[in-house]
C-alpha cells in the first residue's frame, strides 16, 4: 500500500513591511474567520451580551440563583454545553473545507482558524459563569456555585477542544494540522450529527406549539435561549454557509431573507384572539353605565354632599407593573368603602395584565357558590408565575420558523404562548382570563365588578384603542374594540390585557379587522405606553364623559417605576434637585451618539410626557373636578429606602434591587419581596398614600393632604 503523501502546500507570499504582514495576519486570522463563521460569531457575543451587559440576562441569573440545584438549572447548564459544542463544531467544519473562490491565505489563518471556533464553544458558559460571580442576588451562595460550575464547563470544554485532535484525530490526518485544506467534506458522521440535531430541534418545535406553557417553563428561558442560539448556529453554519458554498454558490443567508420577506405578505399569524361562542354583552354609554353601576353598588357615605367614585389609572411596565397593580389594588380592598366605590380601571401595558387578573379574581369570588379566595394571595402567586420562558420559546421556534413559512399558523404565535401562561396562572386555567372579556361582566355581572378600559395604541393612526365593557365611542381620538364591527369583539379576556401589552418585539403588533364603508380593513395594535403610559388620559376622558357633578373622583395613580419622581410633591419635601436632576437625565454617551440619539429620544419623550399626563390629570382632578388624587407608587417607598440607606454601596443595592428588565415578564423573588414590603411598610411616603385614601373614603377631607402635582 503507498505511503500517504500530503499534498504540497501553496506557496503563498508574504507582505515584505512589517506593519502590512502584522494586517494581513489579523485580516486572514480574524476578519475573514469572523465572517465565514458569522452565525457562530453573532451567537456567541449575543449571549456573552446577554448575560454580562443586559438587565433581562442578569435578571434571568437572579431568577436562576433563586432555584437553586433544580431541573431548570439542569437544563440550563445542558444548553450551554450543547451551544459550546455547536458553536465549535460549525465553526471547525467551515474552517476545515477549502470553498471555491474563497481560498484562505493557510499560513497566515492558521492562528484563527485553530483559536476562535475554540473560543465561540469557550465564550458562552464562561460569560454565563462570569454573570453569576457579579449578580446582586439573595442567594448569595447559590449564584457563586452556579458560577463555579459554568466556569468548570468552559474550562472542561477548552480543555476537550485543545486535546480532542490528540485523541480522536487519524494521526496522519493530525499531522496535516491546519495548513493543508480538508477536501472529503462533510463525512457520515457529520451528517449524522447534523441530522440527529435539527431533527431535535423541530421536535422542540412542534413539543412547543403543543405544550405552549408546560414544557418552556420546565425548561426555562436560560436554556430556551441557548437552545435557540445553538439551533441557529447550526443551521445557518452548515446549511446556509457550509452547504451552499461548497456548491460554489454565495452562502444562503440572502436567500432565506428573502423567502421571509416575500413570505412575509401572506404569513400574518399575530391576529388577537378571540372566542368563537362568546357571549353577547349590552354596552352602554359611560354616563348610564354609571347610573346603573352605583344603583347596583349605593354610596355607603357621602363626601361634602357628593357620591365618591374611584378611577384607577394603572401605569405600565411589564411584569412588575402587573404584580405592582393588583397587589396595591388587593390591599386597597382593605380600606373601609374602597370596593364599593371603585367604578374603573384604565390599564396600560402591565397595568393592564394586573387589572385583568385582579377583576378575574373578583369574578370568581362573586361566583355562585361563593368561593373564599384570598384576593392579594391569589393575584400574587398568579402573577409570580415564569411568564418569560413561554414567549421566548415562541419567539425563538415556532414564530421564527413562521417567518419563512407563506402561510399563517397560528399556534406558531408567540403572543399566544405569552397569553396562555396568563390564562394558566390563575386557577389552572380555569378562570375569567381563559374566556372572552364579554363573558367576564356577563350572567349578571354587569355593574358588579370594576369596569376595564385596556388600552393600545393603534399602529396605523397612532390613536388609542381601547378594550372595555363600556361603550367609549364617543370618546375622542380612540377606538372602541369591543364595539360593533371589530373583530375583537370577543376577544379573550387574556388576549385583550395582551393587546394592551405588546411592548417592542418581544409581542408582535397585532392584528384586527374593522368594517369600515361595508369592507373589512386590517389595522394593527401595539403596547398602549406609545400613547401614554399612565392610563390617566382615558380615566380623566371617562370621568369627563360621565357628566354628573355630583361625583367626587378620587384618582388612584399606581405607578410602578421605583426610580421616578413622585407626582404628588405636596406629600414629599419638594425637591427641585430631583425634579432637575430627572430632567437632566442620564449622562450623555458618546458611543454612535449619532445613531442612537433619535431613537433614545423618542423613549424618554414617551416617559416624560406620560409623567407630564398624570401631573395635569391629578391637577384637573383636584382643582377643577375638586376631587382627591392618591398616588400609589414605588417611588415613594423607595425614596424611604434610599434616604434611610447609610452609604453610596446601600443605596446602589437599593437601586439594582428594583430596576426592571428590559423584557419584563420574569420577576426574581427579590424584586416581588421588595414590593411586598413596601406595601406593608409603615410611616413610608407609600403608608401617607394609603393613609390620605382612608381618611377621604370616611369623609375626613381636613386629614387629606392634597396632592399639588409637579
Not at 205 to 230: D, E, K, N, R, S
Not at 550 to 574: A, D, W
Request: charged share 20%; glycine share 8%; hydrophobic share 45%.
Amino acid at each position: 500500500m503507498p505511503k500517504h503523501t500530503p499534498p504540497p502546500a501553496p506557496i503563498e507570499t508574504q507582505p515584505s513591511s512589517p506593519l502590512m504582514r502584522l494586517w494581513s495576519l489579523f485580516w486572514n486570522s480574524v476578519v475573514r474567520v469572523l465572517w465565514l463563521c458569522v452565525y457562530a460569531t453573532v451567537a456567541s457575543v449575543g449571549v456573552a451580551y446577554l448575560f454580562l451587559a443586559n438587565g433581562q440576562g442578569q435578571d434571568l441569573l437572579r431568577l436562576s440563583a433563586e432555584r437553586g440545584l433544580s431541573s431548570w438549572n439542569l437544563a440550563f447548564f445542558g444548553g450551554a454545553l450543547l451551544l459550546g459544542l455547536t458553536l465549535w463544531y460549525t465553526a471547525r467544519r467551515l474552517l476545515d473545507r477549502e470553498f471555491p473562490g474563497r481560498q484562505f491565505n493557510r499560513r497566515t489563518s492558521a492562528f484563527g482558524r485553530r483559536w476562535l471556533p475554540r473560543l465561540f464553544g469557550f465564550l458562552a458558559p464562561v460569560s454565563i459563569g462570569i454573570g453569576f460571580l457579579r449578580i446582586e442576588s439573595d442567594d448569595a451562595v447559590t449564584a457563586k456555585v452556579l458560577g463555579v460550575l459554568f466556569l468548570l464547563l468552559a474550562a472542561g470544554l477548552m480543555a476537550f477542544f485543545i486535546a480532542r485532535r490528540r485523541i480522536f484525530i487519524a494521526p496522519e490526518r493530525a499531522r496535516l494540522g491546519l495548513e493543508v485544506p480538508n477536501e472529503g467534506g462533510l463525512s457520515a458522521r457529520d451528517w449524522t450529527i447534523m441530522t440527529l440535531a435539527l431533527g431535535a430541534a423541530f421536535l422542540l418545535l412542534v413539543a412547543f406549539m403543543a405544550w405552549p406553557v408546560a414544557i418552556p417553563q420546565a425548561l426555562g428561558a436560560p436554556a430556551i435561549v441557548l437552545l435557540g442560539f445553538a439551533g441557529i448556529a447550526l443551521f445557518g453554519g452548515l446549511v446556509l454557509t457550509y452547504a451552499f458554498l461548497a456548491r460554489g454558490q454565495p452562502a444562503g443567508t440572502a436567500l432565506v431573507l428573502m423567502i421571509a420577506v416575500v413570505s412575509g405578505f401572506f404569513n400574518d399569524n399575530h391576529w388577537v384572539r378571540t372566542e368563537v361562542d362568546a357571549p353577547s354583552l349590552t354596552r352602554d354609554p359611560p354616563a348610564v353605565h354609571y347610573a346603573n353601576w352605583r344603583q347596583t353598588n349605593p354610596a355607603p357615605l357621602d363626601i361634602e354632599g357628593r357620591q365618591p367614585v374611584i378611577l384607577v389609572a394603572a401605569a405600565g411596565g411589564g411584569i412588575r407593573a402587573a404584580y405592582w397593580t393588583a397587589s396595591s389594588l388587593a390591599v386597597m380592598e382593605s380600606i373601609p368603602r374602597f370596593s364599593a366605590n371603585l367604578f374603573a380601571i384604565s390599564g396600560v401595558s402591565g397595568g393592564s395584565v394586573g387589572a385583568a387578573v385582579y377583576t378575574a379574581v373578583k369574578r370568581e369570588q362573586g361566583s355562585e357558590p361563593a368561593k373564599d379566595i384570598p384576593t392579594r394571595a391569589t393575584v400574587q402567586q398568579a402573577l409570580r408565575e415564569d411568564f418569560l420562558s413561554p414567549v421566548v420559546a415562541g419567539l425563538l421556534f415556532p414564530d421564527l420558523m413562521q417567518r419563512f413559512v407563506p402561510y399563517p399558523v397560528p399556534l406558531a404565535d408567540r403572543q399566544r404562548f405569552l397569553e396562555l401562561s396568563f390564562q394558566q396562572s390563575l386557577a389552572d386555567g380555569d378562570s375569567a382570563l381563559s374566556r372572552s372579556m364579554t363573558a367576564l361582566y356577563g350572567d349578571g355581572f354587569e355593574t358588579r365588578l370594576p369596569s376595564l378600559l385596556l388600552n393600545t395604541t393603534v399602529v396605523g393612526s397612532g390613536y388609542r384603542g381601547i378594550l372595555s365593557n363600556i361603550d367609549l365611542s364617543e370618546f375622542s381620538d380612540a377606538l372602541d374594540l369591543l364595539g360593533d364591527g371589530y373583530s375583537t369583539k370577543t376577544a379573550f379576556l387574556s388576549a385583550a390585557a395582551g393587546a394592551s401589552a405588546r411592548f417592542t418585539y418581544v409581542s408582535p403588533a397585532g392584528s384586527l379587522s374593522v368594517d369600515t364603508d361595508d369592507k373589512d380593513q386590517k389595522i394593527r395594535v401595539v403596547d398602549g405606553g406609545y400613547f401614554d403610559n399612565s392610563g390617566a388620559t382615558t380615566a380623566l376622558e371617562l370621568l369627563d364623559r360621565i357628566g354628573d357633578d355630583k361625583v367626587f373622583p378620587i384618582l388612584v395613580l399606581i405607578s410602578n417605576n421605583p426610580l421616578g419622581t413622585p407626582i404628588c410633591q405636596g406629600r414629599h419635601n419638594p425637591d427641585p434637585g430631583s425634579l432637575k436632576a430627572t430632567a437632566i437625565g442620564a449622562p450623555a454617551e458618546d458611543f454612535l451618539s449619532e445613531v442612537l440619539s433619535p431613537m433614545l429620544a423618542l423613549l424618554n419623550a414617551r416617559t416624560a410626557s406620560g409623567r407630564r399626563t398624570e401631573v395635569e390629570a391629578a391637577k384637573l382632578v383636584e382643582e377643577a373636578f375638586g376631587g382627591a388624587v392618591v398616588e400609589i407608587s414605588l417611588a415613594s417607598a423607595t425614596q424611604i429606602n434610599l434616604a434611610r440607606a447609610d452609604d453610596a454601596e446601600e443605596k446602589e443595592q437599593v437601586r439594582q434591587a428594583m430596576v426592571e428588565p428590559p423584557l419584563g415578564w420574569s420577576l426574581s423573588e427579590a424584586a416581588w419581596r421588595y414590593m411586598d414590603n413596601a406595601l406593608d411598610a409603615q410611616n413610608t411616603g407609600l403608608a401617607k398614600e394609603f393613609d390620605n385614601l382612608r381618611a377621604v373614603l370616611a369623609g375626613r377631607i381636613s386629614d387629606y393632604t392634597p396632592c399639588k402635582a409637579q
